[in-house]
Every structure is written in structure tokens, then in C-alpha cells.
């Protein structure tokens, strides 16, 4: 019973409450709309549905969300990069994979590539950390070189062609793994998260990300490197923005660098705010965002389900988002509190009297 | 006396609760025009809460308040509108705006106008009269970030003052101001009392409290213990009413008499030789050996804690050698100075010392932490046990170890992170003004504290604006003036006079 307690303190107090409400609404709405919603089908060896395809649509945003997370923490500011990163290190997989055309053959092994694609996200990262860290550039600022930039870096590596990678191999990471029935994305995403927070938990490194972002000056009193933790953040983003263009490219065995990964920045910070974090940076909850980038996916998913169209759906996800976003708010937090209050003086007026 | 006048403000019935902590109940204040009326208590008796519920900082959950003139109880939603009425407020914590220029800092929100832009000639000129008054002599177009604590409390004073019109309070505000400066200070409450403006006055000192104050209100535990005329109300009572004990003598504090001989022969554990920090504090050379207490004492602005820094490396030193127990020591970051053996309690404590959204929990084990390196984990058990621990050392008023450190009173701050010092076990502490902010009785158990860690051999360097308090734990203090360390007073030497001639410049003889 105190252990429940215990729980139940734990998640409302760091309100994780909120976050999980908003997405149960999201489905309960989409399960009122759309009846078949939550069926899951088996189809060619592999499994289809909505929940399915939320999870799986999701899976880049949640890896985004989670390195913008440590971002938003450590430095109060957000790193606008990570779509365009994710399109540089996508081009650079497979302009190394096959060079500047349309081809079936491989240059060099397909792992080497990936390495290669992540590790020209986590180079991206480390400039942006360099540049906030180091050179106290505000992170908005600061990460808008490479937001704009960096889709024509990508650009010079694929001379303005869409270049597509003809082999079945190259899928697997975007889609199914052969006899796998679960979407390969998926399984990323959990990786990424686990290891993220065992990192976090096995060192003291979340305390020290916290510590840095609530107040820099005293961190460095107790003898934190706070330069040194800050740019770890943002090269840990980018090294997220990495992954997730692997991801992208795979899905569509191809890298547009024009689109891969366009306006997914804002739905990676919207995912951290939906989860309960302070813009502001300090306190923060990984479990937060990962529901936050659910939530948003689900969003989209569902906006499609009950046939609203492409054009139309910045629309309708604005509405909901400025709901949620509101509903978060110190103002509407404390109306909610009073109300509580009152209800709460009023039970205890009844005791008294009985 | 204007004493018998009319009440100016009176609080009825003011109840306030946070989630685990009844910070007020049914407590009833009143303010008399033309008086200046004390709010006495022990730390997190609910002082600042008083004045935050006043002000419109928080709201009560019951009570009235009425303020003359006005025929209806007033509720003040912000300090806005608490102005707005007359009522002006500098708090405990300090909470202008560092970027802005000391005289934006006093002109914000009701900036003097010309043809519809800001006249800042006037401004300026303005600005720096009102200081004048206070004695403070500086140039208001720099960026109130660039002076010390004791300055922005200054500048804060200095805004409030002006805009007063019925209601001046000032919760803590001469907690790390010298002598001269609180007399300053005093002379302006005197003109604003015979103006007939009413004073709140919180302070845990006990002798400003019988030189300038009319009357005192005790809480304790958020309750209301009375109020008293201060001229018929002796301190030891006074301190009784507080603890809500009685209590054996404070003020008598028995020093061991450390045998001077003795310790020049002890090991030196601090060796500094022409260190410098270029801007702050001019080159030194300072001796310390191990189990002493050394002050720093001097006026504001003289650098006795930019001294402090320079060894501790929170201001890199660009000049000299520092020799930490004989061997030489490269200090780049405080890490390396942690690492060493060395601790450093900040004199600014919201900006440089506590870590406002992390858990008392997290605050104290944050230094040792990170000494230990991220990979060495202290574990919640441990973690718990270490707050839990100091907790109880430094009698930390809080309802968890896990509540945010933010949520505690002042003075419960200010141990929270002498707690985190003491958790490291330095052998050479640094303490700036660790006893601001903390009542009376605590601030004894700390003094006590200090001695007890140079009798197990620790090395303290310690600054306090108070000469009292310098007298009772050092064996030995450094005078500084103009960011220059001008002489070192050592046993017989050691007394008030003594340290008032050599801070304001007398011919003490030079080591
Ligand atoms: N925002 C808050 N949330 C929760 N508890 C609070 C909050 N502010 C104050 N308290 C609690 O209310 C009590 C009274 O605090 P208050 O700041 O009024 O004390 P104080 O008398 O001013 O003490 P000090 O001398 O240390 O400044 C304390 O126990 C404190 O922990
Ligand atoms: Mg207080």
C-alpha cells in the first residue's frame, strides 16, 4: 500500500501523470473514431495495425526526443539541427555505401556505412556543442547553421539527386528484419532508450546534467565541468540525429536531402515539452519525452485514420498541441491546485462535522 | 514618541500551508505608522512567508488585511500591486536583474520620461544621489552583476527606499553588510520613520534589533508568540521566545586557547606565494598553517573574498604560486582544488551556492560526488543516510530530504550547503559568511563547528562581516584593503579596535 503510495507520489510528482493522460485521451478518442483501431493483424509474416504503425512511425522521433532531452536539461536551450543532421549523416551512409548515383552495388560494407552516417551526426553535435559550450553561442543560434547548412552539406554529397540504393539488404533497418514480425525501427528506439537511461542510472551523469542546467555557476563550484557536460549533450544529440537518419533512409532506401527528416526538430522539442520538461532546462524525465514523442505520432497517425489530409493536418495537430501545452502551464497548474484545495477543504469541513 | 499611533497595517488571522509544512497559523501582525517593528524568529518560523503572503509573493489561504486609508481588506496578487498601495519590499534573496545596469536596477518599471523615451541622463544622475545616501560610491551605468553581494543588497535597499510611500520591508537586508554600511543603512530607516512611513524589519541580529527597532514579533513554528515593546523586553528573553527554551549563555563561546608557538610549528597547509588574480585581488603571500582559523576581514569591495577565490581557483589565478601541504598545486578549475582536499562556501548564495530545483538530498551530496568522479556512484542509500545525517547536525528545518531546496527557508538553505562542504571532509575549508542568514542559536552550533573541525586538525579560512564572530573562532586574521592584503593581526593583537584601525587604514604594524 505505501509502496503504491510511494509509486503513485513518483509519477504525479514528476507528472508523468499529465503526459500518459494526454496520450490515453489521444487513443481513447481514436478508438471512438476508429473501431478496428487497436486490431493487430498478422500479414506476409508480419504484424499490421495502427498501434503498430504509431510505434514504428514513432521510433526516430522517440531516439530525437532523447537526445534533445539531455540537450534541453544541460543547456536550457534546444538543438534545431537534428533534422537536417539526420539528413547529413543519411547522405553520408549512402554516398559512401554507393557514391554519387543510384546503384545496387556496394563500395564498402553496409555496416561500415552506417558507422560512418552516425558518425558524421555525432560530428555535427560536437561542432554545436563546441559552439554553445565553448564559445557561449545562445543554442538557438548557434545550432541554426547547421539547420540551415547542413541540408546543403548533404546536397553536395548527392548533387541534388535523390540517390536510391537498390538492394534488398539496405531495408532491413527502416522495415522488417527477415522472420522478424516486429519493425526493426521499433527495436532501435527501445535500444537507444534502455541504454540512455542505464547510462544514466549506472552514472552520475543525469545528477550532473541537472545540476549544470538548474544553475551553471554553482556547478562549477562543486567542481563540475559544465562546458564539458554541456557539449557531451549536444554531441550525444547528434550522435541521435545519426541514428535516426539511419532510420529515414532506410525506410525509403533512399536519401532526399531536401526532405529527409524536414520539420522533424519541432516535433522532437514539442515531444520534450508534452513530457513534462521545463524548456528551461534542469529536472527532466526521459520516460517524459519518450511518451511525448508517442503522443505526437499518435497524433499524426490518427488525424490520418479518420481521413483528415496532408495539408490539412498542421492544422488540427496546432489545435491539440496548444491544448496540451496550455494545460502544462505554472497559471493553469495553479487554478487545478486551488481547485483542489478546495475540494480537499471541503472534504475535511464534512469529516469534522460527522 | 509616534509609537501610540493608529495601527498602519494590520494582518488578522493569516493562515498559510505548503504541501507538509504549516508555514503560518492564525497569526496576527501589526505595524504602526512611524515605527520600526522586528519579525524575530528561528529559521523557517515563517518570517519571509509573512512578508511573501503581505506582498502578494504567495497567497494565504485565510486571514485579512487591512492597510490604513483603505476601508476594505486588501489582497495583493503581485508586488506589483503591493507597490501600487504603498507597500515596498526588498526580500531575502536578492531578485534584480544582473544584466541591467545598477540604475536601470532602481528605475525599472517606473523609468523617469522625456518627449516618451527614457531620460537616462536623469536617470543616472538620480540613481547615484539615492546611493550617495547609502554611501555607496559607484558608477551605476555598469551591470549590477559586477558588484558584490552586499552591493546588490545596497541597490536593492536603495529601490525600495525610494519607492516607498507607506510600507518599507526589509526581510534580512544587512545579513552580509559591514558596521558602517548597516549604520548607513540605519540613518535612512530613521528619516523614513520620522516621515512617517512603518517598517518591517527581519534580522537575526540581535543588537540592531535593540538600536532601531520600536516593538518585536515572535513567531515560532508559524505561530504567533507575541508582540513586545523592545525596551521592555530583555535579549536573553528575547532568544527564549524564539527557541521556546531556555538557554545556557551563547555569547559565551570558549575558544581553546590555541597555543600560538605550537601552531607556527605545524605543518603549512596553505603556502601562498604572489598569487593573483588580475581585476579581483593584487598579489599575496599568505601563510597558513594546519589547525588554524585565519580570517579575512575589510571592507566591502576589498577583496577579501576575491582572495578566497584565487586559491580555491573559482577565479583562476594568473599570477604567483600556491603550495597546497609543501607540494606545489596547479589549480585550473575548482575541480582541481576539490580534488586536492579543498572546500568553498560561496558568499552568494542564490547565484553561486544552491542548486534551487535539485532535492536537499542532491544539494549536500553534489560536491562529494562529483570529487568521487561519475563513475562512482553513491548510492541512494548512502545518499540518504549522508542528508539524513546533516539534516540532523545542522538541525535543517525541511518536511523530506527529497523536497527541492528552493522550497526551504533562508537560513535552512544556507546549512544545506555548509552540510554539502562539511560532506566532502576538506582538509581546508573555505567559508564566506557561512553563518548569514542563520539564527541565533544555529549560528552558535556552527562557530562551535568550526572550532571542533581545527581541534581535528582541519584548516579553515573564514570571512564574516562580523567582527564578533571573527574574534570568537580565528586565531589569526588577514586585513585587506583596496583588493590589496595590507596586514595579519595574530593573538594579543586580536581585538576589535585593533581590526577596525587596520581595516580603515591605521598603522597596525605589517608583518
Ligand atoms: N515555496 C515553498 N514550498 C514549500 N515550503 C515552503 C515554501 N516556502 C517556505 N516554505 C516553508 O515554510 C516555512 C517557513 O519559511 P520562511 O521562509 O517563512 O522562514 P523564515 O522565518 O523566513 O526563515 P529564515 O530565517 O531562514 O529566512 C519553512 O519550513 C519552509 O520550509
Ligand atoms: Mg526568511
Redesign the pocket.
Known amino acids: 500500500m505505501n509502496k503504491m503510495k510511494e509509486l503513485w507520489k513518483r509519477v504525479t510528482g514528476f507528472s508523468l501523470l499529465f503526459p500518459l493522460v494526454c496520450l490515453v485521451i489521444v487513443l481513447v478518442v481514436n478508438l471512438i473514431k476508429t473501431p478496428d483501431f487497436f486490431k493487430i493483424s498478422m500479414n506476409n509474416g508480419v504484424l499490421y495495425g495502427y498501434v503498430i504503425d504509431i510505434l514504428n512511425r514513432s521510433s526516430e522521433l522517440i531516439i530525437l526526443a532523447v537526445g534533445m532531452t539531455l540537450v534541453v536539461a544541460a543547456s536550457g536551450g534546444t538543438d534545431i539541427s537534428v533534422g537536417a543532421v539526420s539528413a547529413v549523416a543519411g547522405a553520408v551512409c549512402i554516398y559512401s555505401l554507393i557514391g554519387g548515383a543510384s546503384s545496387s552495388v556496394y563500395r564498402i560494407p553496409y555496416v561500415l556505412a552506417i558507422v560512418l552516417g552516425i558518425l558524421a551526426g555525432t560530428a555535427c553535435g560536437a561542432f554545436n556543442g563546441f559552439l554553445v559550450a565553448k564559445l557561449h553561442i545562445q543554442p538557438m543560434v548557434a545550432t541554426l547553421i547547421l539547420f540551415t547548412a547542413g541540408r546543403g552539406m548533404a546536397q553536395v554529397l548527392t548533387q541534388g539527386f535523390i540517390l536510391y540504393v537498390r538492394k534488398e539488404s539496405f531495408k532491413f533497418l527502416g522495415n522488417f528484419l527477415p522472420g522478424v514480425p516486429i519493425p526493426t525501427p521499433i527495436f532501435i528506439a527501445t535500444i537507444v532508450v534502455v541504454l540512455t537511461f542505464l547510462i544514466l542510472k549506472k552514472t552520475s551523469l543525469g545528477l550532473y546534467i541537472q545540476s549544470v542546467g538548474v544553475n551553471r555557476k554553482a556547478s562549477r563550484l562543486v567542481g563540475l565541468n559544465s562546458s564539458l557536460i554541456i557539449f557531451l549533450a549536444y554531441v550525444f544529440s547528434g550522435f541521435c540525429a545519426g541514428i535516426a537518419g539511419m532510420i529515414i533512409t532506410s525506410r525509403v532506401y533512399s536519401i532526399d536531402a531536401n526532405n529527409a527528416g524536414l520539420n522533424i526538430e519541432l516535433d522532437a522539442i514539442l515531444a520534450v515539452a508534452i513530457g513534462g520538461n521545463s524548456l528551461g532546462g534542469g529536472k527532466f524525465s526521459l520516460a517524459g519525452s519518450v511518451i511525448g514523442a508517442i503522443t505526437i505520432q499518435a497524433l499524426t497517425t490518427s488525424l490520418y485514420a479518420m481521413k483528415v489530409t496532408a495539408d490539412q493536418l498542421p492544422v488540427y495537430k496546432a489545435v491539440v498541441v496548444i491544448i496540451i501545452v496550455a494545460l502544462q502551464s505554472p497559471i493553469v497548474k495553479r487554478w487545478m491546485k486551488n481547485i483542489k484545495q478546495k475540494l480537499a477543504s471541503s472534504r475535511n469541513g464534512k469529516k469534522v462535522e460527522a | 514618541m509616534m509609537n501610540e499611533n493608529k495601527p498602519l497595517l494590520t494582518m488578522r488571522h493569516i493562515t498559510?500551508t505548503?504541501?507538509?509544512?504549516?508555514?503560518?497559523s492564525n497569526v496576527d501582525f501589526t505595524l504602526r505608522a512611524g515605527e520600526i517593528h522586528a519579525?524575530m524568529?528561528?529559521?523557517?518560523?515563517?518570517?519571509?512567508?509573512?512578508?511573501?503572503v503581505l506582498t502578494g509573493v504567495?497567497e494565504m489561504e485565510t486571514g485579512e488585511i487591512y492597510l490604513e486609508g483603505i476601508d476594505h481588506p486588501i489582497i495583493n496578487r503581485s508586488p506589483q500591486e503591493a507597490q501600487a498601495i504603498g507597500i515596498s519590499t526588498v526580500y531575502?534573496e536578492i531578485n534584480l536583474c544582473p544584466n541591467l545596469s545598477v540604475a536601470e536596477n532602481i528605475y525599472i518599471g517606473r523609468e523617469p520620461k522625456k518627449f516618451g523615451r527614457i531620460d537616462w541622463k536623469t536617470m543616472n544622475k538620480k540613481s547615484s544621489e539615492l546611493l550617495k545616501n547609502l554611501n555607496i560610491m559607484i558608477d551605476v551605468t555598469k551591470p549590477l552583476s559586477n558588484f558584490s553581494v552586499a552591493i546588490q543588497q545596497m541597490v536593492a535597499i536603495a529601490r525600495a527606499v525610494d519607492i516607498s510611500s507607506k510600507v518599507l520591508i526589509l526581510?534580512?537586508p544587512t545579513s552580509s553588510l559591514d558596521e558602517q554600511e548597516v549604520e548607513k543603512l540605519f540613518l535612512v530607516m530613521r528619516k523614513l520613520k520620522e516621515s512617517g512611513i512603518g517598517i518591517i524589519f527581519?534580522t537575526?541580529f540581535l543588537e540592531q534589533v535593540y538600536k532601531i527597532c520600536d516593538r518585536i514579533t515572535v513567531?515560532r513554528n508559524?505561530c504567533l508568540v507575541g508582540e513586545y515593546e523592545t525596551e521592555k523586553l530583555p535579549s536573553v528573553e528575547l532568544v527564549e521566545l524564539m527557541i521556546g527554551k531556555e538557554i545556557e549563555d551563547l555569547a559565551k563561546l570558549s575558544k581553546e586557547e590555541n597555543d600560538e608557538e605550537n601552531n607556527e610549528k605545524k605543518e603549512i597547509v596553505i603556502d601562498a606565494k604572489g598569487l593573483g588574480h588580475t581585476g579581483t585581488i593584487h598579489p599575496f603571500d599568505l601563510k597558513i598553517h594546519k589547525g588554524e582559523v585565519i580570517g579575512l576581514s575589510g571592507l566591502l569591495g576589498s577583496g577579501r573574498s576575491e582572495l578566497a577565490r584565487a586559491i580555491y581557483g573559482a577565479d583562476k589565478p594568473d599570477q604567483g604560486e600556491l603550495y597546497f601541504k609543501e607540494k606545489k598545486l596547479q589549480i585550473n578549475t575548482p575541480l582541481d582544488a576539490l580534488k586536492s582536499g579543498m572546500a568553498y562556501l560561496p558568499e552568494n548564495r542564490k547565484e553561486e551556492g544552491i542548486i534551487e530545483d535539485l532535492s536537499v538530498r542532491e544539494n549536500i551530496i553534489i560536491a562529494l560526488q562529483a570529487r568521487r568522479g561519475m563513475f562512482k556512484v553513491i548510492s541512494r542509500k548512502e545518499q540518504e543516510e549522508f542528508a539524513d545525517k546533516f539534516i540532523d547536525l545542522l538541525q535543517i528545518?525541511?518536511?523530506s530530504r527529497d523536497?527541492?531546496v528552493?522550497?526551504?527557508?533562508?537560513?535552512?538553505?544556507?546549512k544545506v550547503i555548509l552540510g554539502r562542504w562539511l560532506l566532502t571532509n576538506p582538509d581546508f575549508l573555505i567559508l564566506d559568511e557561512p553563518t548569514r542568514?542563520?539564527?541565533v542559536g544555529t549560528k552558535t552550533e556552527i562557530q562551535k563547528l568550526v572550532l571542533k573541525f581545527s581541534e581535528e586538525g582541519k584548516t579553515i579560512l573564514f570571512i564574516s562581516s562580523e567582527i564578533d564572530e571573527m574574534l570568537r573562532v580565528c586565531n589569526k586574521i588577514a586585513v585587506l584593503r583596496d583588493r590589496k592584503k595590507v596586514s595579519e593581526l595574530k593573538g594579543d593583537q586580536l581585538s576589535q579596535s585593533n581590526i577596525m584601525k587596520a581595516i580603515a587604514g591605521g598603522d597596525t604594524k605589517d608583518e
Open positions: 498559510k505548503f504541501p507538509g509544512v504549516k508555514a503560518l519579525l524568529g528561528e529559521n523557517g518560523a515563517g518570517k519571509s512567508t509573512l512578508i511573501k504567495e531575502q526581510d534580512e527581519v537575526h513567531l508559524g528545518k525541511t518536511s523536497v527541492p528552493k522550497q526551504l527557508s533562508g537560513g535552512n538553505q544556507q542568514g542563520i539564527d
